[in-house]
């Protein structure tokens, strides 16, 4: 007998497929590639901006933003969320990072780039992190460039960095994957070499005002992009609440929220603004997030890491922000 779950997954399937034998032309159109000349041919001021979750992607952005350095640059990083877009002008390559999210770039990060004054011609970057295997990378890091080069900014190089995913649906329901974590114990020395090789390229990428051109590859991941995975999601998930006994009351969920769903005096979460982003959960230090995913309990990252005994292995450049 087929349940609920079965109808709206075979639902979905078929949407995603129905949408990739209507419109392939749409998937595999639109080259990303430079509107206007290069403002610059000198990197002196690079500025690294990211998106980050659960401190992946923060983690590549503050070593790219070291290697920078150490290539003699005036390198700033920032969080998004703490950036002023106003000065964005003020730099000579802007290189942005961000988490894959359901098999593309978080909406925030999308409504974050739009609000951005014109670039005028100033190179631009896009890097993803990602949990995959097969997460859409490639294609969600173009869908950063594509905005940025909607704003006038000039593509010189996009790039995705493979770690352990942050997405506690993967752990917490699914056992196959258990052993892919454990074997993919990520990020490792060679990530942090392509992190730094990254950073070189862009330098010389501008230095020979060589601009690049990117197309987004049809993949069914990206159809599954236009079925809204995050409400179908959404439908399996109860129960999500904060539970005021354990909790601690450091504010590391509001903070980390991107809808400002979490209301900490009483203990409220508004699940219909909530994105299912699971930052709440990866980020509360004390368990006191709960969850229910198809009625069994969801843990976070911090405890996933904690039950698997895992450590991050970290470059050996210091990475603190005044380092
Ligand atoms: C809500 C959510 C959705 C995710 N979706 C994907 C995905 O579609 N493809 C993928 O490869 N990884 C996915 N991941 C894993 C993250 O992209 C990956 O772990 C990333 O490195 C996290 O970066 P951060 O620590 O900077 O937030 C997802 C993680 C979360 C929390």
């Known amino acids: 007998m087929k349940t609920r779950r079965d109808f709206l997954k075979q639902s979905s399937m078929a949407a995603g497929a129905f949408a990739m034998q209507a419109f392939p032309s749409c998937i595999a159109a639109g080259t990303i590639r430079a509107a206007m000349p290069m403002k610059t041919r000198h990197v002196k001021k690079p500025l690294v901006l990211w998106y980050s979750q659960t401190g992946y992607t923060e983690r590549n952005g503050m070593l790219l933003k070291k290697t920078f350095e150490r290539l003699g640059m005036n390198a700033t990083g920032s969080d998004i969320r703490d950036f002023d877009r106003a000065g964005i002008g003020e730099f000579d390559l802007i290189v942005l990072g961000s988490p894959v999210f359901y098999y593309d770039t978080p909406r925030y990060v999308k409504d974050w780039i739009q609000a951005l004054p014109d670039l005028k011609g100033i190179p631009v970057a896009a890097f993803v992190t990602f949990g995959g295997p097969e ?19 000039v593509p010189v190089g996009i790039q995705a960095f493979m770690n352990m995913s942050s997405f506690p649906l993967a752990w917490s329901k699914d056992k196959v994957h258990e052993k892919t974590w454990m074997s993919r114990h990520l990020p490792d020395e060679d990530t942090y070499k392509s992190v730094r090789a990254f950073a070189g390229y862009l330098k010389d990428q501008v230095e020979k005002g060589q601009s690049s051109e990117f197309s987004k590859k049809i993949t069914l991941r990206e159809c599954s992009t236009w079925v809204a995975p995050i409400f179908w999601t959404k439908l399996f998930v109860k129960h999500h609440s904060i539970d005021e006994q354990s909790c601690i009351r450091c504010g590391a969920c509001v903070e980390k929220c991107p809808v400002n769903a979490i209301d900490l005096s009483g203990f409220k979460v508004d699940t219909d603004a909530c994105v299912l982003c699971f930052a709440c959960i990866n980020n509360c230090p004390a368990g006191a997030v709960h969850m229910e995913y198809n009625g069994e309990n969801i843990i976070g990252y911090h405890e996933f890491m904690k039950q698997k005994q895992l450590k991050i292995t970290e470059p050996d450049e210091r990475l603190d922000k005044e380092g």
């Open 135 to 153: 997460g859409n990378q490639h294609n969600a890091a173009c869908s950063i460039l594509e905005d940025l080069v909607e704003k006038q900014g």
